[in-house]
């Protein structure tokens, strides 16, 4: 069974078309949630790559992996800019809470494409704090939002968290986002 925040990534993923056969790189994996649950929409004859930089989680996906005996998931030690030359091209390049730490999201997603195939995919699922409550008077709303922010901040993953982030979908070589950073950005 899938819970609440995996069925809202699984249904992302299918909406953007992950298909089975992908070969798919998700970027700064973690413990592997969504390597994991793409491998499952790929299926046997794709493939799903996921990248982090942290050892720690690349272990429990690595472990995750294999307790689910699922083959087609493999883990490698990365940095977005400084990704393996032989890492190769990819159908889709997706990620999860992953851009917000960036101090430069625009520059990571760049940095990333040329493992992407033509008309490949880039999906993105980002926390947003630019949506549209960002002008209503909800004090209780605001102040949630605000302890969310210092948590992320506090999660330190880089030294650079980064506010500028929105529910990122982009699709057939064009990128559009809630955010003030990355606005229709062109794939070339
Ligand atoms: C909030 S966690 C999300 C993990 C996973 N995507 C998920 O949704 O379960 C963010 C992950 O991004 C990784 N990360 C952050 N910046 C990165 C970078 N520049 N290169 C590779 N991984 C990065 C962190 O190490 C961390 O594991």
Not at 29 to 52: K, M, N, R, Y
Not at 61 to 89: C, T, Y
Not at 146 to 162: G, L, N, P, R, Y
Request: proline letters at 2%; glycine letters at 8%.
């Amino acid at each position: 069974m899938i819970n609440q925040r995996e069925d809202f990534t699984y249904r992302l993923l299918m909406d953007a078309g992950i298909k089975k056969g992908f070969r798919v790189l998700d970027v700064g994996c973690g413990s592997g949630d969504v390597t994991l649950l793409t491998a499952a929409i790929v299926g046997d004859d794709g493939e799903v790559i996921g990248f982090d930089t942290n050892d720690a989680a690349l272990d429990i996906a690595r472990n995750a992996a294999v307790e689910r005996h699922i083959l087609n998931a493999k883990f490698i030690k990365a940095e977005i800019s400084m990704l393996p030359q032989d890492i190769g091209w990819f159908d889709a390049i997706v990620g999860r809470r992953v851009l917000m730490y960036q101090s430069d999201a625009t520059h990571s997603v760049k940095s990333l494409l040329p493992h992407l195939k033509t008309n490949g995919l880039v999906v993105f699922q980002e926390s947003d704090s630019m949506g549209s409550f960002k002008n209503m008077d909800l004090p209780l709303h605001t102040q949630a939002q605000a302890w969310i922010w210092d948590t992320v901040a506090k999660e330190d993953f880089s030294k650079k968290s980064h506010r500028a982030s929105g529910l990122v979908l982009f699709l057939l070589g064009e990128v559009s986002c809630i955010g003030d950073n990355i606005h229709n950005l062109k794939l070339s």
